[in-house]
C-alpha cells in the first residue's frame, strides 16, 4: 500500500515527519536510485529507499522508544546544530542516540530547562507538535519585577503576538521577592518563545524559564524518583498511555525500562 515517503520514513522510526522532509529537500533521500521529492508516494514492499547511498529496509526498523529528559540551560533542542552547540542527543548513550532516529518532541529554547520527551516514533512526534493538538504544558518561570493581579489576568487571557491573539493560559503567582517574581503558568500551545515574548512585551522579562510538565508526565511523580539534570528515563506506561489518549484510539506499543 503506497504512502508519502516522510510518513513511511516517521513510521519506521527514522526520522520525525518534518526532518524527513528536510532531508527530502536536502537531495538525501532516493526511491529506486532515484532522487526523492515532497509529496512523493512509494510502496514501502516493492520501492526502495535509500538515505546517504545506505539502503532502509523496513525489518530494519528499530523498536519504538519513549525517555523523558531534564534538559540543561546551553544544550539545544535539536538533532543536530549548525553552531557546533552541544545537543539533546548528545546527553544520550552511544547506543540510544545514533542509529535509532530518536529526536525531541518540539523544543525548549537553548536557555531554558525541563522537561522533554524525546522519541523514534515520528507518527507520534507529528501528532503531537501539529498545531491543531493542544497538550498542556507546565511551567515554573520567573520574571522581573513584580507583576500586579491585572497583569496575569491580560496574559491568562491572551496577548496578541505578531497579529494573532495567544491562546487562554493558566498564570498564577507563587511567590514575590524584592525585585522578582516566580510564576506557574500553563499553556495550550507552544508557538516560539512564546512565554519569553508576551513577559518581555507586558514589561516582566523573563529571568528563568523551567518546564515541570508536559500533560501528566512530570520530572518527578509518586513512582519515579526526580529526575537530575541532564539525565533520561524511559515513560512508565501510564505515562504511555496518557500519549496515546491525546492522538490514538489504538495502542502504542513501546520499549520500557
Known amino acids: 500500500m503506497e504512502a508519502r515517503l516522510q510518513k513511511i520514513l516517521a513510521q519506521w522510526g527514522i526520522a520525525s515527519r518534518r526532518e524527513a522532509e528536510e532531508m527530502i529537500r536536502q537531495s538525501r533521500v532516493c526511491v529506486n536510485g532515484i532522487l526523492a521529492h515532497l509529496g512523493q508516494k512509494v510502496d514501502p514492499h516493492q520501492d526502495k529507499i535509500s538515505i546517504d547511498g545506505k539502503p ?79 497538550i498542556s504544558k507546565t ?31 493558566q498564570v498564577r503567582l507563587i511567590e514575590n521577592y524584592i525585585d522578582r517574581s516566580c510564576l506557574e503558568i500553563i499553556l495550550q500551545e507552544g508557538r516560539n518563545r512564546q512565554i519569553r515574548r508576551v513577559a518581555q512585551q507586558l514589561g516582566y522579562p523573563v529571568i528563568k524559564l523551567h518546564r515541570t510538565a508536559i500533560g501528566s508526565i512530570q520530572l518527578k511523580t509518586s513512582i519515579t524518583p526526580f529526575l537530575p539534570v541532564g539525565k533520561y528515563r524511559y515513560l512508565t506506561k501510564d505515562e504511555m498511555s496518557f500519549l496515546h489518549k491525546q492522538i490514538s484510539p489504538t495502542p502504542i506499543k513501546t520499549k520500557l525500562s
Open 56 to 134: 532502509v529496509l523496513s525489518e530494519q526498523r528499530p523498536s519504538l522508544m519513549y525517555l523523558l529528559l531534564h534538559k540543561p540551560v546551553g544544550v539545544v533542542s535539536t538533532c543536530h546544530d549548525p553552531q557546533g552547540r552541544p545537543t539533546v542527543l548528545d546527553l544520550l548513550p552511544s547506543e540510544l542516540s545514533t542509529g535509532l532516529g530518536i529526536h525531541p518532541v518540539g523544543r525548549l529554547d537553548v536557555d531554558s530547562t525541563g522537561a522533554l520527551i524525546l522519541t523514534n516514533d515520528g507518527e507520534l512526534t507529528y501528532a503531537l507538535t501539529h498545531p491543531s493538538h493542544s
Open 139 to 169: 511551567y515554573r518561570v520567573v520574571v522581573e519585577g513584580n507583576p500586579p493581579a491585572t497583569v496575569l489576568k491580560t496574559w491568562s487571557q491572551g496577548i496578541v503576538l505578531e497579529g494573532k491573539i495567544t491562546r487562554p493560559a
